[in-house]
């Protein structure tokens, strides 16, 4: 089968999923695994690695640490790519999946400069890092990149930690595929809606700890803006889709001989793509009256 028909299955391809310790990239990770891929799948902590190792599937090959915060992790997981699709008789990488990175909920103003770095790190730097190790291989493979994010077009209060990254991660996505155009190497953008994973739960307990560091001052000035947010967003958390829907998603942009530009995943990912469209001063003034 060449390259522009469309892959019943997966071949023995191999895919680099980031992020796999749980949520989209674990369910991610799978759906490959279990569709004929071989997969690459990162976590940071040990016992994640031997969570997905205990699974016993032969196309899942779970690597750790992988740490994007850390580009010194990243030459010997090149390696372990190099060396197992040599073993497997794989020319090159199929595919980049990057899913790794978190954020929080936070007013800008208030936001741990710390931690906004690290997720800068673990957004941008760090898969750009690995497209650039990688990108020989993807070339060798006929692959492509597939980037999952948020709709990312739209500023939306106290997440911005979050959607800053996207929106840069977007630009990252569009540079790539007018660069990578001459070797035909897509760059996808798969953006997701509400997606039920634990990172909602975590976000709230983090916010509780990170308010309660604030001085009386800034807290007041943020309370009452934030117990709103906080209920809009557990109204939200419960309209969520399950990560399956990415990684079925992820799935069609892999087997598809002419993949989209753009994905969309979950709920009120079609109704973001909507107001991204619309004029910015518009989509400020429906985000200032949520």
């Known amino acids: 089968m060449d390259r522009h028909s469309m892959l019943s299955d997966g071949q023995g391809r191999g895919v680099l999923v980031t992020g796999c ?14 569709h004929g891929f071989t997969v690459f799948a990162t976590v940071r902590r040990e016992r994640d ?11 899942l090959v779970p ?8 580009l010194e992790h ?24 990057n899913n790794g990175g978190a954020g929080s909920v936070a007013p800008l103003e208030l936001l741990d400069l710390e ?5 800068l790190e673990a957004r941008l730097l760090g898969p750009v890092a690995l497209a650039q190790a990688l990108l020989p291989s993807l070339r060798r ?21 979050i959607h800053v990254c996207d929106y840069a991660a977007n630009c990252v ?3 790539f595929a007018l660069e990578l155009a001459p070797w035909k190497i897509p760059s996808v953008f798969v953006r997701c809606g509400g997606i039920l994973t634990s990172a909602p739960e975590k976000n709230a307990r983090e916010l509780e700890q990170e308010m309660a560091g604030w001085s009386e001052e800034k807290r007041i000035l943020y309370r009452d803006t934030l117990e ?6 557990a109204e939200f958390d419960r309209k969520r889709s399950a990560p399956t829907v990415v990684a079925e998603n992820v799935l069609e942009a892999l087997r598809a001989p002419r993949p989209k530009r753009v994905y969309r995943a979950g709920y009120l990912a079609r109704a973001g793509a909507l107001l991204g469209m619309l004029p910015e001063s518009l989509v400020d003034w429906i985000m200032s009256r949520r």
């Open 21 to 34: 310790s749980s949520g989209i990239g674990r369910a991610v990770a799978l759906c490959l695994a279990d």
């Open 173 to 175: 996505t569009r540079t």
């Open 63 to 70: 690597f750790c640490p992988l740490d994007l915060r850390n």
């Open 49 to 59: 690695y031997e969570g997905l190792a205990s699974l016993g599937k032969p196309s």
């Open 228 to 233: 709103r947010e906080k209920q809009q967003l």
């Open 141 to 161: 493979g006929a692959g492509r990149l597939v980037w999952i994010a948020t709709p990312a077009l739209m500023p939306i209060p106290f997440v911005g930690s």
């Open 74 to 97: 990243i030459p010997s997981l090149v390696t372990k790519i190099q060396e197992d699709l040599a073993a497997r008789g794989q020319p090159g990488l199929y595919a980049i999946v």
């Open 115 to 119: 931690t906004f770095r690290g997720e």
